[in-house]
């Protein structure tokens, strides 16, 4: 007569699937709440509604909340490439220009101002532009005429 081999013990099966459940279950609570987005890297860019464009200027109000730096290589604004040089202002906290990119640092949060030229500005009117960063990200955005 054979002898039946046997499987684990119910009581270790139950101990390994009891372990199982609450490491997935702190995982899915981490991720629900947030607590993992200290270990990302990424970039957060937002342009805040108070942007807006007029005559001479694009004025854009940017935020990274991200945790890394993000850099802004390209801006199209109504079908045109705008240019990224020393004549770009910035105002507020982390952002600066060089070498023909506008850099945010994680946290920033400030005020980049464009200047335009070959574009008609009717105000009250909406424009519209992307934002290109060297992450590969694009940003569109829609800023009111003032």
């Not at 046997?6 to 490491?23: D, E, H, L």
């Not at 982390?94 to 008609?120: F, Y």
Request: no cysteine.
């Amino acid at each position: 007569m054979a002898r039946a081999r046997k499987g684990i013990s119910p009581v270790i099966a139950t101990v390994i699937i009891v372990a199982v459940a609450i490491a997935i279950s702190i995982a899915v609570a981490g991720w629900l709440m947030g607590l993992w987005t200290g270990f990302s890297k990424t970039e957060a860019i937002q342009i805040l509604p108070d942007s807006y464009v007029n005559s001479t200027d694009l004025v854009l109000h940017l935020q990274n909340k991200g945790g890394s730096s993000s850099t802004i290589y390209k801006i199209v604004f109504d079908g045109k490439t705008l240019t990224i040089n020393e004549s770009v202002n910035t105002t507020g906290t982390g952002i600066t220009v060089n070498d023909g990119k506008i850099i945010l640092q994680p946290g920033a949060d400030g005020t980049v101002i464009i200047p335009i030229s070959g574009i008609t500005i009717n105000p009250g009117s909406q424009y519209s532009g992307v934002i290109y960063t060297a992450a590969g990200n694009s940003i569109p955005f829609t800023v009111q005429a003032k």
